[in-house]
C-alpha cells in the first residue's frame, strides 16, 4: 500500500506537469487581459513539433526550443489578432486552436504518412537524484521539466507578476489598460509580451507530453488539458503558487484513477468514467472556487485609445 | 498651446486654440459641457493627436504623442474618471509605468511612496488598496501620481464634481501650497464660483472656439458667465410652488446591498407626492445608484417596502415596475439602450407585448410607434438608426421617449443631465417639470447642487446608504446640504424633518 | 492654382468603408488564404494550381460529388445554426460538439428500440429524440451560467471532453456491435432511416431539417419577440436588463435551443449518413460550427452560405487527398485560416481609401 501512495505522489506531479506550464501561461495572458483559447492548439502544434524536431535532428532539447518558439509565435498571433486588431477573443482564440491543430494533423500525415505503427523516439530520461533513499528517492524519480515547472516556472512567473515592474503592468493592464496607459505604461507591447511568454509556456506544457510522457505523438495526445488548463486558472484565482495547487487537485485524480484502473478494481462501471473523473473534478473545483473568482476587469476587452 | 485644432469626424472640437501657462500660476479652464475644455487638455496630455497647431514647453517646440512624452516633459494629468487601478495598492498605483529598474520591492516603494506623500503634504495611507478609498482619497492618490513624476504642470479635469464642499476647501489650500512652491495648474471647470475662488488667471472655451483669457482679479462672475455661455442666466427652474398631492410613490425603511453583497441602502423612508419634485442629494457612491436600482426592480431590497399608490411592489421584477406606472431614466445612458438595436427597436423593448402577435414582432407598429416619438421628443435619429449612432443628447431624449410617453405615475431619474451639452440639459430639465405639471411624482436623483436647488420642491440628503435629512427646497442653503453630504450634521439647524 | 500641382495619393482615413470596398473583404480574404495554404500544398509536393482545381471545381464538375458538397454541408449548417443562436445571446456556447454526440447517441438508441413504428412518426421522433438530447447536455453549462456565473466557455469545453469518455465506454461497452465487434453501436433499424433526396446519392433529409433550421433560425431571432430579446441580451445585458427583459431566462432558453440543434446535428448523422454511433462520427463539427456561424455573422443566409462553403472545402480536401496525395487536413487548415484571415480584414470595414 506504501509503494502505492508513493507511484501516485510521483504520478500525480508527472500528470501536473503540463497543465502547471500551460496554466501559469495562460495566467499571464489573463493577467494582461487576453483569454487566449488558442491554448489547446497550442499545446497540440507544440508536441508535434517537438516530436518532428527531435526526431529529424536527433536532438530532444532542440525539438524543445523549437516547439517552445512556436508557441510564442502562437501567442503572438493570438496578439496580433486580439490586441492590435481587436478581435473577438473567444473565436480568434477556438480559431488559432483550430489551426494549429489542422496543421499539426496535416504536417503529421505528410511526414509519417499512413504507418501502422506510430513512431516513437526515446523521450527525456527520467532524473533519479537520490536513489537509495527509499520513498522520498522513488518520488523524486521526475523528468527536467517536472523539477522546472514547479521549482523554477511557478516561483518565477508568482515573482515576475508580484515582485517586477513587469509583472506590475501586466496586472495593471489586465484591470484597468486606461490607467496605464495614462500612467505612461505601453498596453500593447505588455500585452505583446505577456502573451508570447504565456504562449512559449503553454507549448512547453506541450512538448513535455511527447518529448517526456510519451516519447511519440498521437491524435489525441493533449485531450482537452488546455481547456483543463483555463480551468485551473480560475480555479487558482489568477495566481500562479494556487494555480500550482489546481494542477496539482487534477494531476492527483488522474494519477488516482490510473491507479484504479492499474490495480483492476473489479468493479461494474467502464474504466472511461475513471477518465472522465478528473474533467468532472476540475468542473466541481470550478463551479465551488468560480463563484469567488475576480476575474481581471478588462480580461475580452479589447483596448483602443480614443 | 498655439493654434490647436481637432476634429473628431466632422465635429470641431478645438478650432485654432491658443492657451499659456505661466509657472506657478493656477489658471482656470472654463466652459459649458462640449466646450472642447477637456479635449484641449488631452491634447496636452498626449492622449489625444491635434490635427493642427503645436506646443511649446519652456521655449521648445514639443511633440506629445502618448502620456509618456507628456510626463516626460514634466506634464500630470488627474481625469474625472480617475485613472486608477483599484485592486493595486496606492503605492503600486503611484510608480505604475515609474518604476526604477525591474525589480519592485513593495515594502520599499510603499516606503518611497509614503515619503513622496509626506513631501508634498497630502495624506494617504501608501499601502491600502485603492479599492478601500473614498473618492477625495482617490484624487489625492492622483494628484500624488502625477507629483511623483516630477509634474511641473498639473491639469485637473473638474476636481470638484466628486467632491463635497468641505473637501473641496481643502483640494484648494493644498493647490495653492503647491503653487507658491512653483507648480502650475491648469483648472477645467464650468462652476463660476469655484474658478473665481481659486484662479489666478482664466481663459474660456464656447463650442471649441477660444472666447477669451482674463486675469481673475480684473473679473466678475457675470462676466465670465456671459464668456462661457454667451448670456448671463440659465434658463430653467421650478416656477411657483405646487399644491399638495396625494402620496404616489412611497419607501418604508427601504435597505439593499451593494454589487459586492455589503449593506448600502439601510432604512430608507421616504415620501413622493403627485405634482412634486423631490430631490436627492449626495456626493457620488452613496447608495444612489442602488437606491434607483431597487425602485425599478434590477436590484433585490434586502428590506422595507416600496408603495406605488398604495399596491406594493417590494420585491417585484423591472417589467411589474413598469407596469405599475413607474418610469426610470437610466443612470447609465450607454447601459440604457442597446447600441447595437435600432432606434425603433429599442423604443419597443420595454414593452414587447403590445408589438408583437403570438409572439411574432409587429414590425410596423414598432416603426410607427418610433416615428411617433421621434417627432414628439424631437429626437434627430431614423428610426432604423443604430442607437450607438446617436449623440448623448438624443439618446436620453430617446430614453426620455420610452419612459415618459407611457405617461407614468413616478418618475424616477438618475443624474439624467450628467454629461449632456446645455441645450440637451435644458431640454430634459423641462421635461421633468413639465412630468411634475402633468401631476407625476417625480424623484431626481442628482450630484448637480444648483440643479437641485433649481428643481426640485423638497431635498434630501443621502449620505451612507442612509436619508440624513429632507427640507423643502426654499429653505435649504448650500452650507447645510454640503454639511449634510459630508455626513458631518445629521440634521442641521436650518434643515427640518419634513416627512 | 497650387491644388493642381499637389500629385493626387491615396488616403487611407478612419470612417466606415464604402459597400464597394466592403464587398472587396470576402473576395480578398479568400485570396489570402489560399495564397497561406499555397504553402501547404507545395510542401505536399503538389501543383498549387492544380490543387486548387482539384480543391474548389472538380466537386462540381459532377453529379455525385455536388450532391456530396450538399451531404458534408449538412452538419456543418446545423452547427453552425445552432452556434448562431447561443451567440446571438451573448452565451459562448462551445459545446457544440458535445451536445452533438449527445443527440447522436439518443438516435442511435431510439433506432433501436422504435421497432414497428412508421417511418415517418420514427424519423420525428428521432429528430426530436435528439433535440432533447443536445438539449439536455446543454442545460448543465447552462444552469451553471445563469445560477452561479460560472463561464460557460470552460464548462462547455470540458464536458466535451467527458462526452468523448462517454461515447467511447457506451461503445467499447454494452453498445459494442454484436455482430462486427467493432466500437460501433448496433445498426439502427430501416424505419429510422433518414430518406434519401436523390436515389443512389448520400445526400439524405438531414439537409432539409438543416435548410429548416436555418430558416428558423432568421425568424426566430428577426422577426419574434424573443428573438429581439436575445439580440438585446447579447449586445447589452445592462440595457435588456433595465427594459425589463429576464437575461437569465432569455440565455438559458438560446443555450437549450442551441444544444438541441446540434443534438439534431447528431442524429442526422446517424440517422442520415452512418447508421451506427461511432467514436468518430464528427471531425469538430462542433467546432466547425463555431467559424460558420463567425462568418456568417449570425445570419441563417450567411450561415447557410458559409456552411455549403466549407461542404465544399471538406468534399475538395478529401478530392485532392486522393488525386495529389496531400493530406486531407488541408481542408481543416484552410477553414480555420481562412475564420483568422476574415476576422483580421473585417477591420478593414472601418477604414476608407480615397484620393485626398
Redesign the interface.
Known amino acids: 500500500m506504501n509503494a502505492f501512495v508513493v507511484n501516485l505522489i510521483a504520478a500525480m506531479l508527472r500528470v501536473a506537469t503540463p497543465l502547471l506550464l500551460a496554466a501559469v501561461g495562460e495566467t499571464f495572458a489573463e493577467r494582461a487581459g487576453v483569454l487566449n483559447l488558442g491554448i489547446e492548439g497550442t499545446m497540440f502544434f507544440a508536441a508535434f513539433l517537438g516530436f518532428f524536431v527531435a526526431d529529424a535532428t536527433g536532438s530532444l532539447w532542440i525539438g524543445l526550443l523549437a516547439a517552445i518558439i512556436s508557441g510564442v509565435l502562437a501567442g503572438l498571433l493570438m496578439a496580433l489578432l486580439s490586441v492590435t486588431l481587436g478581435v473577438n477573443q473567444h473565436v480568434s482564440g477556438l480559431g488559432i486552436t483550430l489551426l494549429l491543430t489542422g496543421l499539426a494533423l496535416f504536417a503529421f500525415r505528410l511526414r509519417y504518412g499512413g504507418r501502422s505503427t506510430p513512431p516513437a523516439i526515446p523521450p527525456f530520461p527520467l532524473l533519479d537524484p537520490l536513489p537509495n533513499v527509499p520513498i522520498l528517492g522513488n518520488i523524486l524519480q521526475q523528468y527536467l521539466l517536472t523539477y522546472v515547472a514547479f521549482l523554477v516556472v511557478a516561483p518565477v512567473a508568482w515573482w515576475l507578476l508580484y515582485r517586477t515592474s513587469f509583472g506590475l503592468n501586466v496586472r495593471a493592464v489586465g484591470e484597468n489598460p486606461e490607467a496605464a496607459d495614462a500612467a505612461g505604461v505601453n498596453v500593447f507591447r505588455i500585452r505583446y509580451l505577456a502573451l508570447g511568454i504565456g504562449g512559449g509556456l503553454m507549448a512547453a506544457g506541450g512538448a513535455f507530453l511527447s518529448l517526456s510522457q510519451l516519447g511519440a505523438f498521437t491524435h489525441g495526445i493533449v485531450a482537452g488539458r488546455g481547456w483543463v488548463a483555463i480551468a485551473l486558472v480560475i480555479f487558482g484565482n489568477w495566481h500562479p503558487i494556487k494555480v500550482m495547487l489546481g494542477a496539482l487537485i487534477f494531476g492527483g485524480t488522474f494519477a488516482l484513477q490510473l491507479r484504479l484502473q492499474a490495480i483492476g478494481l473489479q468493479l461494474p462501471i467502464p474504466y472511461e468514467s475513471f477518465l472522465a473523473l478528473p474533467y468532472i473534478v476540475t468542473l466541481v473545483a470550478l463551479v465551488l472556487a468560480g463563484r469567488n473568482a475576480s476575474y481581471p476587469a478588462a480580461l475580452l476587452k479589447p483596448y483602443r485609445r480614443e | 498651446m498655439r493654434g490647436i485644432t481637432k476634429r473628431f ?1 466632422p465635429v470641431v472640437a478645438n478650432d485654432r486654440v491658443d492657451f499659456s501657462l505661466r509657472p506657478g500660476e493656477i489658471h482656470a479652464l472654463l466652459g459649458e459641457n462640449g466646450a472642447g475644455k477637456t479635449t484641449l487638455m488631452r491634447i496636452l ?1 498626449g ?2 493627436r491635434a490635427d493642427e497647431g503645436q506646443i511649446i514647453v519652456e521655449g521648445q517646440p514639443a511633440r506629445i504623442a ?3 512624452d507628456a ?1 516626460g516633459l514634466g506634464i500630470g ?1 488627474v ?1 474625472q ?8 495598492t496606492v503605492a ?2 503611484v ?5 526604477d ?6 515594502a520599499r516603494v510603499r516606503a518611497q511612496v509614503q515619503e513622496a506623500a509626506a513631501r508634498f503634504g497630502l495624506e494617504i495611507a501608501a499601502g491600502a488598496l485603492v479599492s478601500h478609498l473614498s473618492v477625495g482619497e482617490r484624487q489625492r492618490v492622483e494628484i500624488l ?1 502625477a507629483l511623483y ?1 516630477n509634474a511641473r504642470v498639473l491639469i485637473l479635469d473638474e476636481p470638484t464634481a466628486v467632491l463635497i464642499p468641505q473637501e473641496v476647501d481643502t483640494l484648494f489650500a493644498t493647490l495653492r501650497r503647491l503653487c507658491a512652491d512653483g507648480l502650475s495648474v491648469v483648472f477645467i471647470s464650468h462652476k463660476l464660483k469655484e474658478v473665481m475662488a481659486i484662479s489666478d488667471r482664466v481663459t474660456a472655451l464656447r463650442d471649441g472656439k477660444l472666447v477669451g483669457t482674463v486675469d481673475t482679479a480684473q473679473t466678475a462672475p457675470a462676466q465670465l458667465a456671459r464668456m462661457m455661455v454667451g448670456r448671463e442666466t440659465f434658463g430653467v427652474a421650478r416656477q411657483g410652488e405646487r399644491t399638495p398631492g396625494e402620496p404616489v410613490l412611497q419607501i418604508e425603511r427601504l435597505g439593499a446591498d451593494d454589487d459586492r453583497g455589503l449593506s448600502m441602502l439601510k432604512n430608507v423612508t421616504l415620501s413622493i407626492e403627485a405634482g412634486e419634485i423631490l430631490s436627492v442629494a449626495g456626493v457620488g457612491g452613496n447608495g444612489q445608484r442602488e437606491l434607483a436600482e431597487t425602485l ?3 436590484r433585490r431590497p434586502r428590506a422595507g417596502r416600496i408603495l406605488v399608490n398604495g399596491q406594493d411592489l417590494t420585491a417585484a ?3 411589474e415596475f ?1 407596469a405599475a406606472g413607474v418610469g ?1 431614466i ?1 443612470e ?1 445612458r450607454h ?7 435600432t432606434v425603433a ?2 423604443l ?3 414593452h ?2 403590445e ?2 402577435r403570438g ?3 409587429n ?1 410596423e407598429a414598432i416603426l410607427s410607434n418610433a416615428a411617433a416619438l421621434i417627432a414628439q421628443f424631437q429626437i434627430k435619429a431614423r428610426p432604423t438608426d443604430r442607437a450607438r449612432t446617436l449623440s448623448g443628447g438624443n439618446l436620453q431624449k430617446l430614453l426620455l421617449a ?1 419612459v415618459l410617453s407611457r405617461q407614468p405615475c413616478v418618475v424616477i431619474a438618475p443624474q439624467p443631465t450628467r454629461g449632456l451639452d446645455i441645450g440637451a440639459t435644458e431640454y430634459v430639465r423641462n421635461e421633468l417639470l413639465a412630468q411634475r405639471e402633468r401631476g407625476a411624482a417625480v424623484l431626481l436623483i442628482s450630484e448637480d447642487l444648483d440643479e437641485i436647488l433649481a428643481l426640485s420642491d423638497r431635498i434630501a440628503v443621502i449620505y451612507e446608504g442612509e436619508i440624513v435629512g429632507v427640507a423643502p427646497a426654499r429653505e435649504a442653503d448650500v452650507e447645510t446640504l454640503g454639511l449634510m453630504m459630508a455626513g458631518a450634521t445629521r440634521e442641521g439647524a436650518r434643515v427640518r424633518e419634513a416627512v | 492654382m497650387f491644388e493642381k500641382l499637389s500629385r493626387p495619393r491615396l488616403r487611407i482615413e478612419k470612417a466606415p468603408a464604402p459597400p464597394w470596398q466592403r464587398a472587396l473583404i470576402p473576395i480578398l480574404a479568400l485570396l489570402i488564404t489560399f495564397l497561406l495554404t499555397s504553402g501547404l500544398i507545395l510542401w505536399g509536393r503538389a501543383n498549387p494550381f492544380e490543387a486548387y482545381y482539384y480543391f474548389l471545381v472538380e466537386p462540381l464538375s459532377s453529379r455525385i460529388s455536388a450532391l456530396e458538397v450538399l451531404v458534408k454541408a449538412t452538419p456543418l449548417i446545423l452547427t453552425g445554426v445552432s452556434v448562431s443562436f447561443a451567440f446571438a445571446a451573448g452565451y459562448y456556447n462551445i459545446g457544440a460538439e458535445g451536445q452533438l454526440y449527445a443527440g447522436a447517441i439518443a438516435a442511435a438508441w431510439l433506432g433501436v428500440a422504435l421497432r414497428g413504428v412508421p417511418p415517418a412518426l420514427a424519423i420525428l421522433l428521432m429528430i426530436f429524440g435528439g433535440f432533447a438530447a443536445g438539449m439536455l447536455w446543454a442545460l448543465v453549462p447552462a444552469l451553471l451560467k445563469v445560477k452561479l456565473a460560472v463561464d460557460e466557455v470552460v464548462t462547455t469545453l470540458l464536458l466535451n471532453s467527458v462526452m468523448a469518455f462517454i461515447v467511447s465506454a457506451l461503445l467499447n461497452g454494452p453498445w459494442r456491435d454484436p455482430k462486427s465487434g467493432w466500437p460501433q453501436s448496433p445498426e439502427i433499424l430501416l424505419n429510422t432511416h433518414f430518406p434519401k433526396l436523390v436515389p443512389r446519392s448520400r445526400l439524405h433529409l438531414g439537409f432539409v431539417v438543416a435548410i429548416i433550421a436555418a430558416l428558423l433560425l432568421w425568424f426566430i431571432v428577426s422577426r419574434t419577440s424573443i428573438g429581439l430579446k436575445m439580440r438585446a441580451v447579447g449586445l447589452g445585458k445592462q440595457a435588456a436588463r433595465f427594459a425589463g427583459v429576464s437575461v437569465s431566462r432569455t440565455m438559458l432558453l438560446a443555450a437549450l435551443v442551441s444544444g438541441g440543434i446540434a443534438g439534431i446535428a447528431g442524429v442526422s448523422e446517424v440517422a442520415g449518413i452512418q447508421f451506427h454511433l461511432i467514436g468518430e462520427l464528427s471531425p469538430g463539427y462542433g467546432y466547425t460550427g463555431i467559424i460558420i456561424a463567425t462568418l456568417g455573422a449570425l445570419q441563417a443566409i450567411g450561415v447557410a452560405a458559409a456552411g455549403l462553403f466549407f461542404g465544399l472545402i471538406s468534399t475538395g480536401a478529401q478530392t485532392v487527398s486522393r488525386a495529389l496525395g496531400v493530406p486531407v487536413y488541408l481542408g481543416d487548415v484552410t477553414q480555420a485560416a481562412m475564420l483568422l484571415v476574415t476576422l483580421a480584414m473585417l477591420l478593414l470595414q472601418r477604414y476608407r481609401i480615397r484620393r485626398a
Not at chain 2, 474618471?81 to 493595486?88: D, E, I, Q, S, Y
Request: net charge positive; charged share 20%; glycine share 12%.
Open positions: 469626424g496630455y492622449l489625444y502618448s502620456p509618456k510626463i494629468m481625469t474618471h480617475f485613472a486608477l487601478v483599484p485592486p493595486l503600486e498605483n510608480v505604475l509605468g515609474y518604476t529598474g525591474f525589480r519592485v520591492d513593495p501620481k513624476r425599478c426592480g434590477v421584477r423591472p417589467h413598469t426610470r437610466p447609465d447601459a440604457g439602450a442597446v447600441g447595437e438595436l427597436e429599442n419597443a423593448l420595454e414587447l407585448g408589438f408583437t409572439g411574432v414582432l414590425r420610452r
